[in-house]
DNA sequence: AATTTTAATATGTAGTACATAAGTATTTAA
DNA sequence: TTAAATACTTATGTACTACATATTAAAATT
């Protein structure tokens, strides 16, 4: 093992603020007392008495729950429990600048790997108007040059339809993120690749071929960027 | 469209603290200066004048940030940009009990679609060593009872260890955390349904079989689930 | 010159004060 | 008596001051 992931093998020697430790206890509490979305939890003061903190240690804290959307709070009325947007977090790091390489690497690949096993819910939820609202996608991207910010767009295009036409919102979500570091990746490559499988190629096994084709053809189109991947 | 994702197609009717604006200026700020992780960040009084807000409420936006790994604070030496964890918040909210069905959901079908695209990658980096320890995973689990909490330990056992074969990190941290989401869901069936395809059968197919039918064993062993998902 | 001591500085924590929004109770008027 | 207007109460939001603490830089001492 390298020691490129040191960092998460051994933790990073980080001295924790009571910020930190009244976070954790908040989000520890939350769970514990198996509170449900909607329910009303104690105010500032009750909490800071509690915990024995400032008020403004604990609204640092308080204030990190509700970036995670764990927690609404109205004046007077106080803070309820609420279901937190999982990948909102997420959304606000992504940037390929600041993330580190092996990081961005796992993304890339986690990509891949998602859109490798799209074929089974896609053969469950496709929908005939789907196929044709992605084959126009892919007729219109036919004509089009191949300047390469050009090529980027329309693998966008293409490719989001899919995990739209998954009719998962998580997905979904989950691979708009992603795009960011694909593309920042992939333009590195300076001789346009074009796979043996063309975005219409694929519709074509949409529309006719089983599931199993259309997962081969999705591989043979992805083929370069698996080469390149290291043992 | 139905109305369970009205909350993510029009936003709610949140009304922003200066925090959150504070959050998203300094979000926005540090990604279009383009700061490279360890490059240092103005100081809370400078941030304060420029922002024209209290340091209150700017230590509050900053907070999050910590929280999310974007940057870290030492007492005299200031902030520097550091490379966030991607993972980390998504980690904090992880809660089956919190989380709303829709994305519950959503998540279980997420770690299906990666589990049927392991096969590219982990026919990729898989090594012999591996396969023997996953081997002797699987035949431990051969002998043991059949009851519901032992037969979860050793799904979570046998695929934790296929995804750390992949050897990529942040899949393995993201199917960790999945986990408690599919276990929780899966808990809900009260009769033990038992795969057509075991896991024992799934090493063999990773000792001898190819890629492609290693993914069928995959995916016939996860039949029963693909078989309740809804169109 | 090397070491110790002192000073300076930026973040961390505490506490007070007041603004603001939103229920709640009270008063006023039809 | 009831409806509307008013005043009051309460919990969060923001601002400001003060001091603690860690760490670097400078000064003093050996």
Chains 1, 2 share one sequence.
Do not use: C, W
Request: proline share 3%; hydrophobic share 40%.
């Amino acid at each position: 093992m390298g020691i490129e992931n040191l960092h998460i093998d051994i933790g990073k020697v980080s001295y924790k603020t009571m910020a930190d430790e009244v976070e954790m206890k908040l989000l520890e509490y939350l769970k514990r007392k198996s509170f449900k979305p909607g329910d009303a939890l104690p105010k500032e003061m009750e909490l800071t008495a509690a915990l024995g903190v400032s008020r403004n240690v604990l609204r640092e804290a308080l204030s990190r729950l509700r970036m995670l959307g764990m927690i609404e709070t109205k004046k007077r009325r106080g803070m309820v429990l609420s279901s937190p947007d999982i990948l909102g977090s997420m959304e606000r790091v992504m940037d390929p600048l600041i993330i580190d390489d092996t990081t961005l690497q796992d993304i890339f690949e986690l990509r891949l790997t998602l859109e490798m096993g799209l074929a089974d819910i896609l053969y469950i939820r496709k929908t005939k108007k789907d196929i044709e609202e992605l084959e126009k996608i892919a007729l219109s991207q036919k004509t089009t040059p191949t300047k390469q910010n050009f090529r980027i767009k329309h693998e966008v295009e293409f490719h989001g339809k899919i995990y739209q036409m998954t009719g998962n919102r998580t997905m979904q979500r989950f691979q708009t993120m992603l795009l960011p570091i694909f593309g920042y990746l992939v333009n590195e490559e300076k001789v346009p690749i074009v796979g043996k499988v063309s975005h219409i190629d694929l519709v074509n096994l949409l529309k006719n071929g089983s599931r199993e084709e259309f997962r081969e053809g999705m591989r043979k189109h992805l083929e370069h960027h698996f080469k390149k991947l290291k043992k």
